[in-house]
């Protein structure tokens, strides 16, 4: 839609800047172009912490093509205040940035934790082909290991061999 066309829209219909304030809302209104009549909650709350003369003022100083990103930030900062009236939008970053700080710390701690396990992987796996070869050399057979499958208490649920165990259940180092 060009800007004539909304010109002429919001020409029978008040910004939601002009029907707060209870004035005539005409072709020349600074707001309407940012406030549109079904918007009146980013208004009031714009309104209440900055008041109408110094949004318009603080509009009327930035150059045209900022403008909109500039009645974002107003909107934002307004919100921001509206929630915590000490620090704003200030108090918002501050706490993203102690999340952050506590994400790269966890982060941290999670590539800690991999390194270990990654190094108790490599020495189960020493320990497994440690006692491959010892297993292919020695001649121990009694009534607890037969023939390489570790029985408890005789039953053989329990029953593995602890060597091919990782390759007959598909994993993968």
């Not at 403008?67 to 704003?88: F, H, M, N, Q, W």
């Not at 005789?154 to 990782?166: E, G, K, N, S, V």
């Amino acid at each position: 839609m060009s800007s004539e066309a909304l010109t002429r829209t919001r020409a029978h219909q008040p910004c939601a800047a002009c029907r707060m304030l209870r004035r005539r809302c005409d072709s020349n209104c600074m707001l309407a172009p940012y406030f549109p009549g079904d918007e009146a909650e980013k208004f009031f709350g714009v309104h209440k912490v900055f008041g109408a003369s110094n949004v318009i003022r603080m509009i009327q100083m930035v150059e045209e093509s900022k403008k909109e990103d500039a009645v974002k930030a107003i909107i934002y900062e307004a919100t921001s205040r509206l929630r915590d009236p000490v620090y704003g939008s200030a108090g918002t970053i501050f706490h993203l940035q102690k999340m952050v700080e506590e994400l790269k710390v966890q982060v941290e701690s999670m590539r800690a934790q991999v390194v270990q396990l990654h190094e108790q992987k490599n020495q189960l796996l020493g320990i497994l082909m440690n006692a491959r070869r010892l297993d292919s050399t020695s001649s121990i057979h009694d009534r607890k290991f037969d023939g390489g499958n570790l029985m408890l208490d005789d039953d053989p649920i329990l029953a593995y061999d602890p060597i091919t165990f990782f390759t007959e259940n598909d994993w993968t180092f």
